[in-house]
């Protein structure tokens, strides 16, 4: 709604949508309007004319019945204040929308955590469930407890000297030496396998070294275990944990002594970078590439080939510094 006047006569203004019909002025002919503003709740007065309106904001000045333009003057402004309650509601909508956005987010990372463990849990009880040799290297309630617990294998370390049982003896049996594999000290490094609970007891599946060959037995546990995804990190009063960065850490000094015994060695061998060179040695007969011996030392860009006479004797020297399997082989004394 708009406000208007009559530039000619000043009557009171009207309010009307649209400019009202300009026939009966009473200052002759018709009336001459003009837009004064949008119908609000601020009142202005001309100090000329002395109209008064009610305008949204100032109304405008041109043609002032009394000449020239309106002077207007604001004389109060009754203009709604916001309520306080909407404003509140305006507060609490924007605090729900970021308390929305934040579950959102937590939300999300909830699913994605779980979804993590999901695929971990489903890629090892696969795993696990393809590795057959857990049966017959221990037994079937072992290959199915792997299955349902997703084992991970690691690294352990006995608390104490332990027995290696053969397979899991009955309780009368648990010293009868026909079921002890071996009588392992502390400090031994074993490899955890898994494990299986009996009533009243468990038994960990492990693996160790022994005469160069790989020993596969069972450790005592004299109280049930509660069931145990992925690692099984301690056993408090048989084994702790044996962290992988230790066991990287012995490898690479392992390798170290490899190198060092072998540049110190009357061996006979070449590392060859030139690729002419190359294909001669790979078809020499008095020259063998050794499969292990590049990824050792600084000679990773090179080919290095071991004179024949002189293979069993590295082979030896290797195996001796480098083998993986030095960690877990049964020892009488362990030193830290």
Known sequence: MKVWQCKKCGNLPIKSQSMPIPASCPSGDGHIWRELGTVGHKSYSCAKCGTQVVTKSTPFPQDCPSGGS???RLLADNTPKANSSSKSSSKSSGSSRSGSTKDLLVGIGVILVAAFFVLK??????ANMLNLATIYRYDFGTYFNNIITAHQNSYIMLTGEEYIYRKIPQMRDINNIDYILAAAPKGQVLKNKGYRTKTGSSWVAVKFYQ????????????????????KIDSVSGIFTSYAEARINEIEKQNRSKLIQTINTSDLDFITIEDSAA??????????????????????????VFMHK??????????????????????RDTISE
Do not use: C
């Not at 060959?213 to 109280?223: D, F, I, S, T």
């Not at 006479?309 to 049964?330: A, G, Q, V």
């Open 70 to 72: 309106h002077t207007w």
């Open 121 to 126: 849990f489903v890629f090892f009880s696969g």
């Open 211 to 230: 005469d160069n060959k790989a020993r596969y037995g069972y450790l005592y546990v004299p109280y049930k275990m509660g069931y145990s995804a992925f």
């Open 278 to 303: 190359l294909q001669a040695f790979e078809e020499s007969d008095n020259y063998k590439k050794y499969r292990d011996i590049a990824k050792y030392g600084n000679w990773g860009v090179y080919k």
């Open 309 to 330: 006479n002189d293979m069993k004797e590295f082979k030896k020297i290797h195996n001796e510094h480098s083998n993986p399997k030095l960690i877990i082989t049964l």
